[in-house]
Nanobody, 126 residues
Framework: QVQLVESGGGLVQAGDSLRLSCAAS????????MGWFRQAPGKEREFVSG????????YCVAAVKGRFTISRDNAKNTVYLQMNSLKPEDTAVYYC???????????????????WGQGTQVTVSS
Protein backbone atom coordinates (compact mmCIF):
# COMPACT_ATOMS: atom_id res chain seq x y z
CA GLN A 1 0.00 0.00 0.00
CA VAL A 2 1.46 3.33 -1.07
CA GLN A 3 1.40 6.17 1.43
CA LEU A 4 2.13 9.82 0.79
CA VAL A 5 3.45 12.15 3.48
CA GLU A 6 3.66 15.88 2.88
CA SER A 7 5.97 18.24 4.73
CA GLY A 8 7.34 21.73 4.48
CA GLY A 9 4.27 23.81 5.21
CA GLY A 10 4.26 26.67 7.64
CA LEU A 11 3.47 30.29 8.38
CA VAL A 12 5.24 32.82 6.19
CA GLN A 13 4.85 36.41 5.09
CA ALA A 14 3.73 37.56 1.69
CA GLY A 15 6.62 37.41 -0.76
CA ASP A 16 8.37 34.56 1.04
CA SER A 17 9.08 31.10 -0.33
CA LEU A 18 8.37 27.57 0.82
CA ARG A 19 9.20 24.18 -0.59
CA LEU A 20 6.73 21.40 0.00
CA SER A 21 7.84 17.80 -0.16
CA CYS A 22 5.79 14.66 -0.61
CA ALA A 23 7.50 11.40 0.21
CA ALA A 24 6.01 8.17 -1.07
CA SER A 25 6.46 4.77 0.46
CA UNK A 26 6.59 1.69 -1.69
CA UNK A 27 8.18 1.00 -5.04
CA UNK A 28 5.43 2.19 -7.37
CA UNK A 29 6.06 5.93 -7.16
CA UNK A 30 8.20 6.33 -10.26
CA UNK A 31 5.64 5.09 -12.77
CA UNK A 32 2.82 7.43 -11.77
CA UNK A 33 2.05 11.05 -12.46
CA MET A 34 1.82 13.17 -9.33
CA GLY A 35 -0.08 16.28 -8.45
CA TRP A 36 -0.51 18.99 -5.86
CA PHE A 37 -3.92 20.25 -4.80
CA ARG A 38 -4.98 22.79 -2.21
CA GLN A 39 -8.05 23.57 -0.18
CA ALA A 40 -8.62 26.99 1.32
CA PRO A 41 -11.05 27.50 4.21
CA GLY A 42 -14.61 27.37 2.99
CA LYS A 43 -13.61 26.40 -0.53
CA GLU A 44 -13.45 23.19 -2.50
CA ARG A 45 -10.18 21.46 -3.12
CA GLU A 46 -8.54 22.65 -6.32
CA PHE A 47 -5.76 21.41 -8.57
CA VAL A 48 -2.53 23.42 -8.41
CA SER A 49 0.19 21.60 -10.33
CA GLY A 50 0.97 18.25 -11.90
CA UNK A 51 3.95 16.35 -13.23
CA UNK A 52 4.15 13.38 -15.55
CA UNK A 53 5.45 10.02 -14.41
CA UNK A 54 8.91 10.68 -15.84
CA UNK A 55 9.08 14.36 -15.01
CA UNK A 56 9.18 15.42 -18.64
CA UNK A 57 5.92 17.37 -18.50
CA UNK A 58 4.62 19.75 -15.87
CA TYR A 59 1.60 21.98 -15.57
CA CYS A 60 0.60 24.77 -13.21
CA VAL A 61 -2.70 26.57 -13.05
CA ALA A 62 -2.71 30.21 -14.05
CA ALA A 63 -2.98 31.45 -10.47
CA VAL A 64 0.44 30.06 -9.58
CA LYS A 65 2.22 29.91 -12.94
CA GLY A 66 5.56 31.66 -12.77
CA ARG A 67 5.62 31.41 -8.97
CA PHE A 68 5.28 27.66 -8.26
CA THR A 69 7.39 24.88 -9.71
CA ILE A 70 6.72 21.17 -9.42
CA SER A 71 9.50 18.62 -9.68
CA ARG A 72 10.19 15.04 -8.72
CA ASP A 73 13.11 12.85 -7.76
CA ASN A 74 12.18 9.28 -8.57
CA ALA A 75 15.32 7.98 -6.87
CA LYS A 76 14.05 9.48 -3.62
CA ASN A 77 10.35 8.72 -4.21
CA THR A 78 9.64 12.40 -3.62
CA VAL A 79 7.76 15.14 -5.40
CA TYR A 80 8.29 18.80 -4.59
CA LEU A 81 6.40 22.04 -4.93
CA GLN A 82 8.62 25.10 -4.83
CA MET A 83 6.46 28.11 -4.00
CA ASN A 84 7.91 31.58 -4.47
CA SER A 85 6.40 35.03 -4.10
CA LEU A 86 3.68 33.65 -1.88
CA LYS A 87 0.46 35.60 -1.53
CA PRO A 88 -2.20 35.55 1.20
CA GLU A 89 -4.55 33.88 -1.28
CA ASP A 90 -2.17 30.90 -1.41
CA THR A 91 -3.19 30.08 2.17
CA ALA A 92 -4.59 26.56 2.18
CA VAL A 93 -3.99 22.97 3.10
CA TYR A 94 -1.83 21.48 0.37
CA TYR A 95 -2.22 17.85 -0.64
CA CYS A 96 -0.11 15.70 -2.87
CA UNK A 97 -1.67 12.88 -4.81
CA UNK A 98 -0.69 9.96 -7.01
CA UNK A 99 -2.48 9.33 -10.27
CA UNK A 100 -4.64 6.27 -10.72
CA UNK A 101 -2.97 4.99 -13.88
CA UNK A 102 0.68 4.37 -14.64
CA UNK A 103 2.80 6.05 -17.31
CA UNK A 104 0.59 9.06 -17.87
CA UNK A 105 1.32 12.69 -18.46
CA UNK A 106 0.08 15.40 -16.13
CA UNK A 107 -3.39 14.87 -14.67
CA UNK A 108 -5.54 17.85 -13.71
CA UNK A 109 -8.73 16.38 -12.30
CA UNK A 110 -9.26 15.08 -8.79
CA UNK A 111 -10.96 11.90 -10.04
CA UNK A 112 -7.76 10.97 -11.88
CA UNK A 113 -5.91 10.55 -8.60
CA UNK A 114 -6.24 7.61 -6.27
CA UNK A 115 -3.76 7.99 -3.42
CA TRP A 116 -3.73 11.13 -1.27
CA GLY A 117 -1.54 12.50 1.47
CA GLN A 118 -2.85 13.94 4.71
CA GLY A 119 -2.05 17.53 3.76
CA THR A 120 0.22 20.26 5.05
CA GLN A 121 -0.92 23.73 6.08
CA VAL A 122 0.47 26.77 4.32
CA THR A 123 -0.44 30.14 5.80
CA VAL A 124 0.67 33.38 4.17
CA SER A 125 0.23 36.56 6.15
CA SER A 126 -0.03 39.96 4.54
Amino acid sequence: QVQLVESGGGLVQAGDSLRLSCAASGRTFSTYAMGWFRQAPGKEREFVSGISWDGSTTYCVAAVKGRFTISRDNAKNTVYLQMNSLKPEDTAVYYCARASAEFTTTRRNEYEYRVWGQGTQVTVSS
